[in-house]
């Protein structure tokens, strides 16, 4: 049984709130979409699948809140700020309304490895992580589980060794788990989107991203 959406890592939240742009509100339309797709929602056990986040300044990021999966729409208290978090001691520092995702060290991680990296989207799809890990699709090895330093650090070296400011991989100890990268929102979705389609051919229709050939 998958643990996903649990918290693993220790937390230190203040409370407050998160400012509402036209970025972040244009990124909670891209986490509806994904929701509609199946790609982020809860399992039937109740736990909660699927963050985005989006870059603030330096290392400093807005996440998706801890336990939002089976929210269509989040708004702005959905919303949570990493202040500052340590891959070595497990913690992470956040404010807002909301506590920050279970996935916040592996968002960290990402954007402190690739400094052109504006965005980031975690997602879980039973199709589309079979087909990547069939293919020769990027993937952490399988005997690293989420949420924890291990992860943090496979995350990195694989990241760093394409260092390109986009790129789509599979954690592969992280079951139905697959994560989008890029320098903003939209060329994190077109990643993940097109190789959705490629891993199905049956969805043609998802704006802004050709249909499969």
């Known amino acids: 049984m998958t643990d996903d959406g649990y918290v693993k890592f220790q937390v230190e939240h203040r ?54 999966g089976a929210r269509r729409e989040l708004g702005p208290d959905g919303w949570c700020r990493v202040d500052g978090f340590s891959a070595e ?27 052109r990296v504006g965005c980031i989207i975690h997602v879980h799809h039973r199709r589309l992580f079979d087909a990547m890990l069939a293919g020769s699709d990027p ?17 990195a070296a694989l990241v760093r060794a394409i260092p390109e400011p986009a790129g789509l991989f599979a954690m592969a100890g992280h079951d139905e788990g697959v ?13 993940l989107l097109t190789r959705f389609l490629a891993s199905s051919g049956a969805l043609p229709g998802i704006a802004g991203v050709p249909p499969a050939r």
């Open 139 to 155: 993937r952490t090895a399988a005997d690293v589980p989420y949420g924890t330093p291990a992860m943090a650090a496979a995350v």
């Open 89 to 115: 001691d497990n913690r992470v520092r956040c404010s807002g309304p909301i506590a920050a995702s279970s996935e916040s060290m592996t968002h960290g991680t990402i954007y402190q490895a690739l400094s």
């Open 15 to 68: 409370p407050g709130t998160v400012p509402w742009t036209a970025a972040l509100a244009g990124l909670d339309g891209v986490r509806t979409e994904l929701f509609d797709l199946g790609m982020i929602g809860v399992y039937p056990n109740g736990i909660g699948y699927g963050n985005l986040s989006l870059r603030d300044a330096g290392d400093t990021f807005i996440i998706t809140g801890t336990a939002t």
């Open 179 to 191: 994560v989008a990268y890029g320098p903003d929102p939209a060329a994190a979705r077109h990643l």
